[in-house]
């Protein structure tokens, strides 16, 4: 009976060396819930674009995630949208597409539309307000309005979009214009 | 006769932490935690199984294995210790066994030198788990890169943008995000840019997702994207995480900004608080370069009849302190470099031009290893040495003793 109170005594020891070990490191690992945030690092290259179409964004706007079809896409005022893509299948054809979702008719042209200069082309400002009967996901809504450039570039054409209220996108067209004006590609493949 | 006096305290603790019995039971351990660690590797990947048994915070580890009996239809819980604990006590075993407590002396010298080298690896693996630092450094032929990139650790960066150009960012470290997938959100202040941050709901792997306008107010979301949670892949660089981020001006906590980040974003979101624009961006963890890589020419050959490199190369200019200096890099010929290494790691042929994927590894003790084992191979050498030096003697004047004595 001694000898198995000696031998469990034992046994506690060395669990109590161990312990004595180990607790410190356990202790120092606790994690606050608030952190101070003080460190920074320099800019890289990294830092420069991701995307070959570099674009300044005008301060009054604010950047939001990419998706599928918008290469850039941005947020204005109360429920302001621009967004930049790419599309395919002919500057008139889309300039009508964007002109039906207001219920406008169809233009036969594009000749007589305002020019913009984008990316050293030449680009057709549309602008329209009205009853937007929606599309791209968004609902249909009432005193729309929509202002936004097609340019070809290549095969494919670049499309800047804006669509929100009627008197905020009226508001906002000559920023847009400017931003428009302001794109430029990163590479050396500019044309 | 008399008695013989109790060991003090004292003793009886240091005879227990350098003994043979805690030796044997920690280099036991350590077989098993290596032997499990390498039978659930194939289904749960390297990172997640180095997290669970080698990493500092797993104190203990639950194997997790099909073979392990069930009880009640769960699997046997049998807790053991994680390896970097087993390895803190097997380095204080060695050291006070191995070292302080071993007779010293000529005839033990090669032992003391061979228990050293141990110490010393052990010590290597503590350096190296804590202080070394690993990265992908992805450059086009013909381009300049100065930065690598975390193979799996986020970070969130905040940067001022003045205008329209960035300004460098505040980053939040990935271990201080690690611990968002055991608690619901952290509090993270920014002093210098008077904001204080709040990241919630953080997923190893998600999806970024449109919300219907119709569920606007009933999920989670912002600016119409919410996060949509994914099965955690395996291979860890597969997984990408997501977050939101609630913002706002310490002491304005009524009047936050909510944003969604993830990790596949290209671009920072912003948002404006304060009259100042600032730019919020999930990103695998970005490691500037004390020098800038131009890469020069890049060659690589493929297997025959596939499209799986066999060997690669690539002719590099390495930019420092306005000098330049021309380097080949080849697959096991890397260029070191201030404690930087650069391995060839990856190449690939996008038809108009090539692209090298360098490996950069900044370890402290990444020659110690090569140093613990040259001091091993002296300690056994003279050890060994020794023994075979005395046994040769000793047989030798054995067989004098018994030769016939000539007449």
Redesign the interface.
Known sequence: MQGYGKHVKTIM??LL??GA??VP??VS?R?S???????????????EA??SLVA??P?E???????NFRI?NY?FGKDGEVFVGRSRGGLLPNANRWLGQFGKPALSGVDDLPKVKVLGREGVLLTASGDFGGAM???ARKNAGLAGVIVSVGDRLLTIKMIGGAEAVAAEQERLIQFCESLRIENAESK | MAQASTPSFAV??FR??SGFGLAVTCLLLLLILTWLSTLEQPAKGLYEVQKRYYD??A?FVVPDLDWIPQINGKPLFIPLPGAY?VS??LF?NLFLGGIIRIRKGWKNIGVVISHFSMVSLLLAGFVSHHYSKEGIMAVYEGE????A?SYTEFTI??SE?VD?Q????????AE?LK?LEK?KS???????LGLNIKVSDWMRNSA?V?V??ADIGKVLEA?G?ALQMMEVQPVEELNMAGCFIEVHRQGEETQATRL?L?GA????????IGGK?Y?FRLIRE?W?MPFQVRLDKSVGEYYPGTTKPSSFQSDITRIADSSEQAYRIRMNEPMRYEGYTLYQARWEDRGERAMSGFAIVKNPSDQWPKYSLYISILGLTIHFGMKLGGFIAKSSKGRKKSDPIEA
């Open positions: 020891f060395k060396c161990l070990l180990v490191l356990l690992c994690k819930e608030k952190v101070v945030v003080t460190q920074k690092r320099i800019l890289t290259v990294a830092d991701n995307d300044v964004m301060p706007w604010r950047q939001l995630p990419g998706t850039l947020r996901g968004r609902p | 009886k603790t227990f932490l500092a915070e104190w604990l803190a006590v204080v300049v890169s100065d930065y990139q960066e905040v943008i329209g960035k300004t460098p960012p505040y980053v939040v470290q201080d611990a608690v952290r509090v993270f202040e920014l002093p210098d970024r449109e219907d306008q600016d994207f969604v993830h974003d290209p671009n920072a979101v912003t948002a404006t624009i730019g970005i500037p």
